[in-house]
Every structure is written in C-alpha cells, then in structure tokens.
C-alpha cells in the first residue's frame, strides 16, 4: 500500500475501518440486539414490578380504609347491643317487680279472704254458743214458768234472732 502524506497508510484505514464497522454489525446483530432485548426485558419487568407494588399499596390503603369502616360499624353495633340490652334488662327488671307486686296482691287478697273466713266462722261460733247458753240459762229460768210448748217457741224465737244478727 502506499503512504500517502505523512506516514498515514490509507489502505490500513480502510481495512481497519471496515473490519470494524463488520464487526460492529456482527456484535450488533449478535451480542447487542439480544443483550439490548434483555435490558428491555428487565425494564419492561421492572416498570411492571413497580406498578405492581403501586396497585398493590392503593389496594392496601383501600382495604385499610374498608377495615377501619368495618371497626367503626362494629364499634355502633356493639354501642347499639349494649344499649338494647340494657333496656331489655330494664324491662325486665320493671316485669319482675310488677309480677312481684301482683303476687302480693293475690297473697294480700287471699289471706284477707281466709281472715274473713275464719271471723265469720268464729262469729257463728259464739253465736251459737250465746245461743246455746242463752236458750240454757232461760230454760232454767222458764223451766219454772212455762210448760213445754211454751218453751220451743221462745227457743225458735230467739234462734231466729240470734240468726239474724
């Protein structure tokens, strides 16, 4: 090859110059483009991972947001069961009382009935006691007086009064 100016071999240049650019489209082919669609690759996994993680954390605050709602109905609902058991047991407590009250009642009444009972009882009793004396003590009285007729209708008369009172 001949130097042309200045000790440059131009023949040199351009082998050199062409062994790279064959190069270059050899690595380009082989060793660039898949190496170049690995990195797309890898990005295209990582912008994927990185939605993904967003998607994930907006899910994550909604459910959040979901639980903290749901703590908060719970929480009305418990506040709402408490207060209707209290109520219950309010009402509950006013139904024993007033059983309470009306079984006195019945046991005020009942025993009154038995005392008026056992005074009418004992009343007739004495009645017939008084009765009994009374037609004793006049028989004596009369025994001396009165023949037999006489005596039974004056005890009729007084066991009628006696009767009647």
Do not use: C
Request: glycine share 2%.
């Amino acid at each position: 090859m001949e130097i042309l100016s200045e000790g440059i071999e131009w023949g040199t240049i351009f082998y050199s110059l062409a062994a790279f650019t064959v190069l270059m489209l050899i690595i380009g082919k082989f060793a660039l483009k898949p190496l170049m669609g690995i990195m797309e690759k890898r990005q295209n996994q990582v912008n994927d991972d990185l939605d993904n993680a967003e998607k994930s954390r907006v899910e994550a605050e909604k459910y959040l947001e979901q639980q903290r709602e749901e703590l908060k109905a719970a929480r009305v609902q418990a506040q709402e069961t408490l207060e209707q058991a209290s109520k219950m047991s309010e009402q509950q407590s006013r139904q024993v009382l007033e059983q309470a009250k009306q079984e006195a009642e019945r046991i005020k009444e009942a025993a009154v009935q038995d005392i008026e009972r056992e005074k009418e009882q004992a009343l007739e009793s004495v009645r017939n006691q008084v009765a009994s004396l009374s037609v004793a003590i006049a028989t004596k009285v009369i025994e001396k007086e009165l023949d037999e007729k006489e005596q039974e209708k004056l005890i009729d008369s007084y066991l009628k009064e006696v009767e009647a009172k």
